[in-house]
């Protein structure tokens, strides 16, 4: 009796498990959907335009996004996610909210990309990347999951525009423990544990300026 129960359900998970795996990719393949509308209307609005006409990303099809944190950043959620997790690597939750809202801030301005991937990725082909975890020749695969599953979680509350702008529309930030000179012409807007955030002066002209860099 025991020894066909056991087969029983040996036969369940092996006959399910192409079922759940096609279940997470439907899962993962409308949260990208969604992502990818949501940015459309981030950069079309501005930072205080609100999300209409999609429902938002729900927590289960975002965790079915880069499940493994190993995928190519190709699509709005891994790439804020992975933005987060490296920036803000070991720093609390409001620190991590905060870089998203730099990055969401950045897809609706106009003097930067339109998608959260490009602004990811700006400035990659000439060397002068704009966060600098994306081209400094280390590793970008994720090593801890529960910190990453928290940056994909606040990724997919900053696409859904259910994050407060913590950084008070801020185009920049660095880490508190550095004092870069082109800190010097910008507003300062905000502070958090481990970050310093500005934005241009009134009348001001943003340039390129790149984030804090990776946290060890």
């Not at 990303?57 to 965790?63: D, G, K, L, N």
Request: hydrophobic share 40%.
């Amino acid at each position: 009796m025991r020894w066909t129960v056991r087969v029983a359900c040996i036969v369940a998970l092996l006959f399910g498990a192409p079922a759940f795996a096609g279940q997470a990719a439907q899962k993962a393949a409308v949260a990208e959907n969604k992502a990818e509308v949501l940015e459309e209307q981030a950069a079309e609005q501005g930072a205080t335009g609100t999300a209409a006409q999609v429902r938002p990303i729900t927590r289960s099809e975002a965790r079915a996004v880069d499940p493994a944190g190993e995928a190519p950043l190709d699509d709005a959620i891994t790439c804020l996610a992975r933005s987060i997790y490296w920036e803000a690597k070991g720093a609390s939750r409001g620190d991590m909210e905060a870089v998203a809202n730099v990055v969401m801030n950045r897809v609706a301005s106009k003097d930067f990309p339109d998608t959260v991937c490009a602004v990811v990725k700006q400035g990659s082909e000439s060397k002068s990347c704009q966060f600098s975890w994306w081209c400094d020749g280390r590793p970008d695969q994720v090593v801890e999951e529960k910190r990453y599953d928290l940056a994909r979680d606040i990724a997919r509350q900053a696409l859904n525009r259910q994050l407060r702008d913590r950084t008070h529309g801020a185009l920049y930030f660095h880490d508190r423990h550095v004092r870069p000179s082109w800190a010097r012409t910008y507003l300062r807007t905000a502070r958090t544990e481990h970050f310093l955030f500005y934005k241009p002066r009134l009348g001001g002209e943003p340039i390129a300026r790149s984030g804090a860099g990776r946290r060890p």
